[in-house]
């Protein structure tokens, strides 16, 4: 298999097409989970694996399934099954092994569930009629690209914890202005037209 694809769609999903900040997908745990870094790269190793596994489920049941028996239409609601059921796999490990990043992840642990970037990944693998690797490749760099969001922001949401924020802004009104600073400078990288894939 050529490899350039792959690397196209790897960079396109890490940077071009960044699910939060250039598709604006799954802000709920971007704002909510960004407070402390500990918790963001908790977060984003879980969104990573969900998204990566529910990829490979999500087209595995989208091609010899779903088309197989003509029901498309079918396509959201057994994404969204599958999806949970994943969650729900996640879940029960990081409460095993890791009780403080379960504790400190809360409630947005089970909104990886309805975290529309994941659904969002599923829907564009099979509406851009990737293979079934390319469509690995693009859910493993989606989940990359949502924690470099996401470490990024809780960095920058920690030091200015710190800063002399005006009062209306402290809090969330000063994080939406970051991410809109954020989504500028990372719209600096679709200018990289080599690039640029199909779901771009």
Do not use: H
């Amino acid at each position: 298999m050529d490899p350039i694809p792959l690397v196209q769609i790897s960079i396109a999903a890490i940077l071009i097409n960044n699910f939060v900040l250039a598709r604006f997908l799954g802000l709920c745990p971007f704002f909510g989970v960004s407070k402390r870094l500990s918790s963001a790269i908790g977060m984003g190793m879980a969104v990573v694996f969900v998204m990566s596994v529910a990829s490979m489920f999500t087209w595995a049941i989208d091609a010899f399934v779903l088309q197989r028996f003509g029901v498309q239409y079918l396509q959201t609601i057994v994404f969204i099954l599958v999806i949970a059921s994943l969650v729900q796999l996640v879940e029960m490990t990081i409460q095993k092994f890791s009780p403080v990043l379960y504790e400190a992840l809360g409630i947005y642990l089970p909104l990886i569930t309805t975290n529309c970037a994941i659904l969002g990944v599923a829907k564009l693998n099979t509406g851009a009629g990737y293979s079934f690797v390319e469509s690995l490749v693009n859910g493993v760099t989606s989940g990359i690209g949502f924690t470099l969001a996401l470490v990024l922001m809780s960095g920058i949401r920690e030091r200015l914890e710190l800063a002399n924020v005006p009062k209306p802004l402290r809090g969330l009104p000063i994080a939406f202005v970051t991410a809109g600073l954020m989504s500028i400078a990372f719209l600096g990288f679709a200018g990289l037209d080599f690039f640029r894939t199909s779901g771009g």
